[in-house]
């Protein structure tokens, strides 16, 4: 591993396979790098360990799967007893220490669930100016970046005769902005709600996903796990 940093940009390259047995390695020596508080290199700099065998535990459930190419699972949980509401649950992966993540319990009563985008929604990134956008997303401190005036105010408008109303936020950002996309939501008293991101770069039949069809897909998929809930679409209009 031979990384260096240069203003607020991290280079390097890695040499050999990431495995079980590299990952700790790897992981060691990029905590033991100083990189500047809150910019990129921090907030967006992720390593990926593909086929890692993964146990999840929710209450006395737990499920055992394998991260995908990308290093991430997706896993479904049957019986799980949970109450509505947000819940922390364990992950445990081979060479890492046990970690923790929040899932939501959607309440059976909501028939109303808000899906918003992030980027121009709830959060300033310009999109439509490429270069202001990429200024907005890689370059500018994390702790900077500005909400959209007036979108905590009117999603607390909306929630506030049904607060068991679920919202999710579905863009085609990275997954390895997720950290950062939480902690802006909470700083800016936007509600709590599960992220549905994807990942970048090529896939199997092009150089670039398509962030149409990952909305497509997600959309689809709400509508089918969720049959009885109507979801109003929120989003800017570019």
């Given amino acids: ?17 990431i495995d079980t047995y ?5 992981r060691e020596e990029l905590e033991a790098i100083h990189i500047k508080e809150n910019l990129l290199g921090r907030q967006f700099f992720t390593y ?3 086929e890692l065998p993964v146990t999840v535990r929710v209450g006395d459930q737990f499920i055992e799967s394998r991260s995908n190419d990308g290093g991430y699972i997706d896993v479904l949980v049957h019986d799980h ?6 819940h922390e649950v364990t992950v445990e992966a081979e060479g890492a220490e046990p970690t923790t993540a929040q899932v939501h319990i959607v309440d059976p009563a909501a028939t109303y669930g808000l899906i918003s985008d992030i980027d121009d929604t709830v959060l300033v990134t310009w999109l439509p100016r490429a270069m202001l956008a990429a ?11 500005q909400p959209v005036d007036g979108m905590a105010e009117f999603y607390a408008e909306l929630l506030r005769e049904h607060p068991e109303t679920p919202v999710f936020y579905l863009s085609t950002g990275a997954w390895n902005t997720f950290e950062t996309l939480v902690n802006f939501l909470d700083r ?5 709600g599960p992220l549905l991101l994807t990942d970048w770069g090529p896939t199997p039949t092009g150089l670039f996903r398509s962030g149409v069809e990952h909305k497509k897909v997600q959309l689809r ?5 969720y049959p009885d809930i109507n979801w109003p679409l929120l989003g800017d209009d570019c």
């Avoid at 260096?4 to 050999?16: K, Q, R």
């Avoid at 800016?188 to 709590?192: Q, T």
């Avoid at 998929?221 to 796990?225: D, S, T």
């Fill in 48 to 50: 990926q360990v593909g």
């Fill in 221 to 225: 998929n709400l509508i089918i796990e």
């Fill in 135 to 145: 200024w907005n997303s890689w370059v500018k401190k994390t702790n900077t970046r």
């Fill in 81 to 86: 007893g949970l109450e509505p509401g947000w």
């Fill in 22 to 26: 590299t990952a700790p390695i790897l």
């Fill in 188 to 192: 800016h008293g936007l509600p709590k």
């Fill in 1 to 17: 591993l031979k990384l260096h940093e240069e203003e607020c940009s991290l280079f390097g390259t890695i040499e050999g396979e």
